[in-house]
């Protein structure tokens, strides 16, 4: 009987790289709309800073993050500020 413990030593080691491939994937990016759905808490179609703060861990970089995305400078992030990659101009 001794393949018993060989076979439980294979499927525990092939378990074990199979858990360690999946948390080497890398993880999928959040969808940008969805991400936008989730802060506009009032549903009016853009973030206001009050939203785009609220449960953030450092409020003063938030701020900060919002500001550069606030092309228009309305006081409001729209789905086209929020999702652009770059800073406004």
């Known amino acids: 009987m001794k393949f018993i413990p060989s076979l439980l030593s294979a499927l525990v ?4 790289v199979a ?9 999928a990016k959040a969808d940008p709309a969805e991400a936008f759905k989730k802060l506009d808490k009032d549903a009016d179609g853009s973030i206001s800073l009050e ?3 609220a449960g953030q861990k450092d ?3 938030a701020e900060e993050m919002f500001k ?3 092309a ?3 006081g409001k992030l729209s ?3 929020f999702s652009a990659r770059g800073k406004k101009k």
């Not at 858990?19 to 993880?27: L, Y």
């Open 19 to 27: 858990m360690a491939a999946d948390e080497a994937k890398p993880k």
């Open 51 to 53: 939203e785009f703060k």
């Open 79 to 81: 789905m086209e500020e």
């Open 68 to 70: 550069k995305k606030d």
């Open 59 to 61: 409020p003063a970089k």
């Open 72 to 74: 228009n400078n309305d």
């Open 13 to 16: 080691l092939s378990t074990g």
